[in-house]
C-alpha cells in the first residue's frame, strides 16, 4: 500500500501528459495511507491481552482506510496505459531488476504464500491448556474460556481459507488480494475480541497478570 515504487514506476512506464497526473494523485494518496498508517501504531506495547487485541483491530482497520485511499487511484493510473505499458508496470511487481530471474520471482512468491500460512497456523494454535494451567479458572471462568477457545477456532477457520493460491499478475489484482486478506483478519478479530474480553474481565487481578504473562511469551509469535 504505501510500498509502490512510484519514482521506478514513472521511470519504466514513461507515462504521457495525462497519465502523468495521475500518477501524481497516486503519489498523493500514498502519501496519505502512509500518514494513516502511521498514526495506527501504538506507542507503547500493549500488555493485557485485550489491549493487544483493540491494538490489532485498531491497526486493521487504519490498513483498510489506507487501501481504500489508495485503490480507486491506482485503478484508475492502471487503466488509463496502453498495454505495453500495463505489461512494464505488472514486471516491477515480479522484481525484474538486473539480476531477477524466474527462480527468485518463484520463491518470492512462496515466501509470501508461506507466510500468509505461518500466520494462519499461529492463530490456529490456540493455547487453551496452557491458559487453564496458568490461570487455573473456576467453574464459572472455565465456561468463558471454552466460549473464547470457540471463537479462536472460528476465527481461525476464517484465516485458513483467506490465503492467495496463486501469484497475481497485477498491482491492481494484488491490491485487491490484500483488501481481502486484511478484511478476513478485521472479521477475525471482531470474532474473538468480544470473548476475550469478557473471559478476562471475569479474572482476579491475580488470574490476570499470570494471562498477561501468557501473552509476553507468545507475543513474537502471535499476536492474539
Known sequence: MT?????????????????????EEL?????????????????????????????????????MRAVDIVAPALEKFYSSLTDEQKAQFNAIGEDTGPRADKTRRGAAQLTSAQACAAQTSRAAAWPQKQIEETVQPTEAQRAALDSLGTAAAKAADLLKDS??????????????????????????????RPALENFYGSLSDEQKARFNAIGRQRQPDHQG
Do not use: F, H, N, Y
Request: hydrophobic share 45%; aromatic share 0%.
Open 3 to 23: 510500498g509502490l515504487p512510484l519514482d521506478r514506476i514513472q521511470q519504466v512506464v514513461q507515462p504521457t501528459g495525462a497519465q502523468t497526473a495521475e500518477l
Open 27 to 63: 503519489k498523493t494518496v500514498s502519501a496519505k495511507a502512509t500518514e494513516i498508517l502511521a498514526a495506527s501504531c501504538p506507542s507503547q506495547v500493549p500488555i493485557t491481552p485485550p489491549a493487544r487485541i483493540a491494538a490489532m483491530q485498531s491497526r486493521l482497520e487504519a490498513m
Open 163 to 192: 490465503c492467495p493460491t496463486q501469484a497475481l499478475a497485477t498491482p491492481t489484482g494484488r491490491l485487491a488480494a490484500v483488501k481481502a486478506r486484511l478484511g478476513v483478519m478485521l472479521e477475525a478479530v471482531k470474532i474473538e
